[in-house]
């Protein structure tokens, strides 16, 4: 069980955060074994992540032999809520392989009903330490809707569905310079905290320390990717 100091500062609500002591270990050594807690689960994630970052990326897991391994039941470490964008492919970013991680993608890594149900699933089936919600720098979906708002426009199609849900997230920044960035920013908080209100299971897994629920954002310039508090 996590110490009750871990477990205090892990739990994610709209003023919480995870806190510094979960930062990155210095160690670039992948684990052998599957990270069992939400310690070393991040931070596998952030190293893998560095490695990726400085060219040095291992691409473990990505073996035929991997394959065959998962091919009966998988053991995803962490559950990643992210964005639909082609840059920010997890498995990737974070030096990760088959069978490693649990991905759950939409444009704008909004919470809906039916990535809620998904994010469920794992958490019942595998148990894993650490549930991230990962926005990244100049996403395309928080921008449409900060100039939805500005324009008083409503995109086409089933697009508007997701400038609707980042609509009452977005408005408060749109007459900033940095509108774009302080929205991504307001949007992983947003995210995190709704994972946790919205799922009894989620709620549950992270009030008993099962799991953690973090948020991450992504520099598509430098490849990096830091804690969101």
């Given at each position: 069980m996590l110490e009750s100091s871990l477990r205090r500062r892990a739990l994610?609500?709209?003023?919480?955060?995870?806190?510094?002591?979960?930062?990155?270990?210095?160690?670039?050594?992948?684990?052998?074994?599957?990270?069992?807690?939400?310690?070393?689960?991040?931070?596998?994630?952030?190293?893998?992540?560095?490695?990726?970052?400085?060219?040095?990326?291992?691409h473990p897991h990505q073996t035929p032999d991997r394959v065959r391994e998962v091919a009966a039941g998988q053991h995803p470490f962490a559950v990643i809520l992210g964005c639909a964008d082609?840059?920010?492919?997890?498995?990737?970013?974070?030096?990760?392989?088959?069978?490693?991680?649990?991905?759950?993608?939409?444009?704008?890594?909004?919470?809906?009903?039916?990535?809620?149900?998904?994010?469920?699933?794992?958490?019942?089936?595998f148990v894993p330490p650490l549930l991230l919600v990962l926005g990244h720098e100049r996403c395309?979906?928080?921008?449409?809707?900060?100039?939805?708002?500005?324009?008083?426009?409503?995109?086409?199609?089933?697009?508007?569905?997701?400038?609707?849900?980042?609509?009452?997230i977005v408005t408060p920044y749109v007459n900033s310079p940095d509108a774009v960035d302080l929205s991504v920013r307001a949007n992983i908080r947003a995210q995190v905290a709704a994972v946790v209100e919205?799922?009894?299971?989620?709620?549950?897994?992270?009030?008993?320390g099962q799991t953690v629920v973090a948020g991450a954002r992504y520099d598509l310039d430098s490849g990096l990717v830091t804690l969101v508090s």
């Open positions: 994610f609500t709209a003023g919480g955060a995870v806190a510094g002591s979960l930062a990155l270990a210095g160690s670039a050594t992948a684990t052998a074994r599957p990270p069992a807690t939400p310690r070393a689960a991040i931070n596998e994630l952030l190293t893998g992540n560095r490695r990726f970052a400085a060219g040095h990326a291992r082609s840059r920010v492919s997890p498995e990737i970013i974070f030096d990760q392989g088959i069978g490693d991680l649990f991905d759950d993608r939409v444009a704008g890594n909004i919470v809906d009903d039916l990535l809620l149900g998904s994010i469920e699933y794992a958490l019942e089936e395309g979906a928080v921008s449409a809707t900060i100039d939805a708002v500005r324009t008083g426009t409503q995109p086409p199609g089933h697009i508007a569905a997701i400038v609707d849900a980042l609509r009452p919205q799922s009894d299971i989620v709620r549950e897994k992270v009030e008993q």
